[in-house]
Protein backbone atom coordinates (compact mmCIF):
# COMPACT_ATOMS: atom_id res chain seq x y z
CA UNK A 1 0.00 0.00 0.00
CA UNK A 2 1.29 3.53 -0.89
CA UNK A 3 1.07 5.70 2.13
CA UNK A 4 2.94 8.64 3.16
CA UNK A 5 2.48 9.68 6.87
CA UNK A 6 3.10 12.88 8.73
CA UNK A 7 3.99 13.62 12.22
CA UNK A 8 5.86 15.68 14.64
CA UNK A 9 3.13 18.23 14.87
CA UNK A 10 1.90 19.77 18.17
CA UNK A 11 1.66 22.42 20.29
CA UNK A 12 4.38 25.13 20.67
CA UNK A 13 5.03 28.43 21.92
CA UNK A 14 5.54 31.50 19.37
CA UNK A 15 9.49 31.19 18.73
CA UNK A 16 9.91 27.85 19.56
CA UNK A 17 10.39 25.16 16.70
CA UNK A 18 9.20 21.84 15.88
CA UNK A 19 10.49 19.31 13.01
CA UNK A 20 7.77 17.48 10.95
CA UNK A 21 8.56 14.11 9.44
CA UNK A 22 6.84 13.11 6.09
CA UNK A 23 7.72 8.76 5.79
CA UNK A 24 6.33 7.01 3.12
CA UNK A 25 5.36 3.07 2.79
CA UNK A 26 5.26 0.98 -0.12
CA UNK A 27 7.67 3.49 -2.52
CA UNK A 28 10.47 5.02 -2.12
CA UNK A 29 10.79 8.79 -1.87
CA UNK A 30 14.49 9.47 -3.77
CA UNK A 31 12.05 9.20 -6.51
CA UNK A 32 9.63 12.18 -6.26
CA UNK A 33 9.61 15.87 -5.56
CA UNK A 34 8.47 16.28 -1.95
CA UNK A 35 5.82 18.93 -0.80
CA UNK A 36 4.96 20.63 2.08
CA UNK A 37 1.72 22.34 2.27
CA UNK A 38 -0.81 23.49 4.77
CA UNK A 39 -4.40 24.44 5.54
CA UNK A 40 -5.46 26.72 8.54
CA UNK A 41 -8.94 26.93 9.65
CA UNK A 42 -10.96 28.85 7.06
CA UNK A 43 -7.72 29.04 4.51
CA UNK A 44 -7.24 27.87 1.63
CA UNK A 45 -4.33 24.93 1.27
CA UNK A 46 -0.95 26.79 -0.05
CA UNK A 47 2.57 25.44 -0.44
CA UNK A 48 4.88 25.84 1.79
CA UNK A 49 8.21 24.40 0.77
CA UNK A 50 9.73 21.70 -2.21
CA UNK A 51 12.74 19.26 -2.42
CA UNK A 52 12.93 17.97 -5.68
CA UNK A 53 14.79 14.42 -6.28
CA UNK A 54 18.11 16.42 -6.80
CA UNK A 55 17.74 18.83 -3.75
CA UNK A 56 16.69 21.83 -5.28
CA UNK A 57 14.66 23.80 -2.67
CA UNK A 58 11.56 26.66 -2.63
CA UNK A 59 10.17 27.60 0.03
CA UNK A 60 7.06 30.00 0.27
CA UNK A 61 8.27 33.50 1.06
CA UNK A 62 6.15 33.45 4.21
CA UNK A 63 8.39 31.16 6.01
CA UNK A 64 11.73 31.41 4.00
CA UNK A 65 14.54 32.26 6.79
CA UNK A 66 12.57 29.92 9.07
CA UNK A 67 11.55 26.76 7.40
CA UNK A 68 14.16 24.54 6.51
CA UNK A 69 12.93 21.33 4.18
CA UNK A 70 15.48 18.37 4.10
CA UNK A 71 15.19 14.62 2.52
CA UNK A 72 17.03 11.71 4.08
CA UNK A 73 16.95 8.83 1.82
CA UNK A 74 18.31 6.44 3.82
CA UNK A 75 15.67 6.50 5.84
CA UNK A 76 12.62 7.55 3.27
CA UNK A 77 11.55 10.65 5.33
CA UNK A 78 11.70 14.00 4.19
CA UNK A 79 11.60 16.73 7.38
CA UNK A 80 10.34 20.31 7.93
CA UNK A 81 12.79 22.21 10.56
CA UNK A 82 10.28 24.86 11.76
CA UNK A 83 12.01 27.67 13.11
CA UNK A 84 10.85 30.79 15.18
CA UNK A 85 7.39 30.00 14.45
CA UNK A 86 4.62 32.25 14.68
CA UNK A 87 0.96 31.86 15.45
CA UNK A 88 0.21 32.51 11.50
CA UNK A 89 1.67 29.38 11.19
CA UNK A 90 -0.52 27.29 12.92
CA UNK A 91 -2.41 24.50 10.30
CA UNK A 92 -2.90 21.18 9.00
CA UNK A 93 0.55 20.59 7.42
CA UNK A 94 0.70 17.74 4.53
CA UNK A 95 3.58 16.16 2.56
CA UNK A 96 2.83 15.20 -0.70
CA UNK A 97 4.80 13.68 -3.37
CA UNK A 98 4.64 14.39 -6.99
CA UNK A 99 6.02 11.32 -9.68
CA UNK A 100 6.23 14.30 -12.74
CA UNK A 101 8.57 17.07 -13.98
CA UNK A 102 5.93 19.75 -12.13
CA UNK A 103 8.60 22.60 -10.75
CA UNK A 104 7.82 23.59 -7.34
CA UNK A 105 5.41 20.97 -6.48
CA UNK A 106 2.37 22.61 -7.61
CA UNK A 107 -0.51 20.76 -5.36
CA UNK A 108 -2.23 19.77 -9.03
CA UNK A 109 0.40 17.65 -9.68
CA UNK A 110 1.19 15.70 -6.55
CA UNK A 111 0.33 11.96 -6.83
CA UNK A 112 0.03 11.08 -3.09
CA UNK A 113 -1.05 12.89 -0.29
CA UNK A 114 -0.64 12.32 3.51
CA UNK A 115 -3.24 12.76 5.81
CA UNK A 116 -1.51 15.65 7.64
CA UNK A 117 0.04 16.92 11.42
CA UNK A 118 -1.79 19.45 13.19
CA UNK A 119 0.74 22.62 14.33
CA UNK A 120 -0.59 25.12 16.89
CA UNK A 121 1.41 28.12 17.60
CA UNK A 122 0.01 30.12 21.12
CA UNK A 123 1.15 31.28 24.15
Known amino acids: QLQLVESGGGLVQPGGSLRLSCAAT????????IGWFRQAPGKEREGVSCISRSSLRNYADSVKGRFTISRDNAKNTVYLQMNSLKPEDTAVYYC?????????????????WGKGTLVTVSS
Open 26 to 33: GFTLDAYA
Open 96 to 112: AADSGLARGCPSYAMDY
